[in-house]
Antibody, heavy 121, light 107 residues
């Protein structure tokens, strides 16, 4: 069974960067894209970007272009999402989610457990 | 970006009720529409993909329909565990977007 396990909660000051990890089990990297989705407190889901871990293909939402970087380490089956120039509005739970490569449709399953990032001075 | 609009934003219903949630896309997305259920403090759970295909393990009381711009999620007979927030998501565009969510509450 494929699982995604994320790193723990972070507290950062405005202007800082945060780097969250998402570790996959199984033969995930050859068959899935990894996406990042965030959810501000009491708000809806917001797609941030994706990576195909084996090929390093990335795509980012325009809103986050220039501030987000998603990378992968195939040796440890881990994907990283780094968000820079943090502001209070970036306070949210950040999820990684897998999307199968085998279909042009993109649905998210499985999901990581989420990582709370709090931006506060 | 393709805008996804769900209605209603919130809904009160009773156990046993039949409930329908609507999702409208700002342009045609064929059948590239997926539905998720999210409970407080938990990650979203995939219910339906490709507009109408039930994800493995999801109860058959959930169903999805639609194509083009208009889609529906129907719960045929609400169970206590179904009270949650529901989101639609399009993948017609490489830039994924979600609906704003529909909160389903107990009446």
């Amino acid at each position: 069974q494929v699982q995604l396990v994320q790193s723990g909660a972070e507290v950062k000051k405005p202007g800082a960067s945060v780097k969250i990890s998402c570790k996959a089990s199984g033969s995930f990297f050859t068959t899935y894209y990894i996406h990042w989705v965030r959810q501000a407190p009491g708000q809806g889901l917001e797609w941030m970007g994706l990576i195909y871990p084996r090929g390093d293909k990335t795509l980012y939402a325009q809103k986050f272009q220039g501030r987000v970087t998603v990378t992968s380490d195939t040796s440890t089956s881990t994907v990283y999402m780094e968000l820079s120039s943090l502001r209070s509005e970036d306070t949210a739970v950040y999820y990684c989610a897998g999307a199968p490569r085998s279909t042009p449709d993109v649905w998210f399953d499985p999901w990581g457990q989420g990582t709370l990032v709090t931006v506060s001075s | 970006d393709i805008q996804m609009t769900q209605s209603p934003s919130s809904l009160s219903a009773s156990v046993g009720d039949r409930v329908t949630i609507t999702c409208r896309a700002s342009q045609s997305i064929n059948s590239y529409l997926n539905w998720y259920q999210q409970k407080p403090g938990k990650a979203p759970k995939l219910l339906i993909y490709g507009a109408s295909v039930l994800q493995s393990g999801v109860p058959s009381r959930f169903s999805g329909s639609g194509s083009g711009t208009d889609f529906t999620l129907t719960i045929s007979s609400l169970q206590p565990e179904d009270f949650a927030t529901y989101y639609c998501q399009q993948s017609y565009s490489s830039w994924i977007t979600f609906g704003q969510g529909t909160r389903l509450e107990i009446k």
